[in-house]
């Protein structure tokens, strides 16, 4: 089992930036990527971006693309959100998710963003 532990979620105005972090902890040898959902008011969970923890491969979600970055630490189980340009639309929670071999993948408990216009 993988548990995860966001931090970094808070009030910005937009054109500004926040970092979100995820830890993972449990049996994090056997992540082979992690990434970022969100999910705004009355919306579905929608995916924001991946990173493989191989060769560190990146996916983004068209809306984010060129704003968000995903980077990681695998020495520390850590991966991160970097977001700049945020616009209203961010708005959302931020859920860290992993994927490992064995395992149905994992949930962290959500980190609320709010940018304000």
């Known amino acids: 089992q993988v548990q995860l532990a966001e931090s970094g979620g808070g009030l910005v105005q937009a054109g500004g930036s926040l970092r979100l972090s995820c830890a993972a902890s449990?049996?994090?040898?056997?992540?082979?990527?992690m990434g970022w959902f969100r999910q705004a008011p009355g919306k579905e969970r929608e995916f924001v971006g991946a990173?493989?923890?191989?060769?560190?491969?990146?996916d983004y979600a068209e809306s984010v693309k060129g704003r968000f970055t995903i980077s990681r630490d695998n020495a520390k189980n850590t991966v991160y959100l970097q977001m700049n340009s945020l616009k209203p639309e961010d708005t959302a929670v931020y859920y860290c998710?992993?994927?490992?071999?064995?395992?149905?993948?994992?949930w962290g408990q959500g980190t609320q963003v709010t940018v304000s216009a």
């Open positions: 990173i493989r923890r191989s060769d560190g491969g990146t």
């Open positions: 998710a992993a994927d490992a071999r064995g395992s149905v993948r994992s």
């Open positions: 449990g049996r994090t040898f056997s992540i082979y990527s």
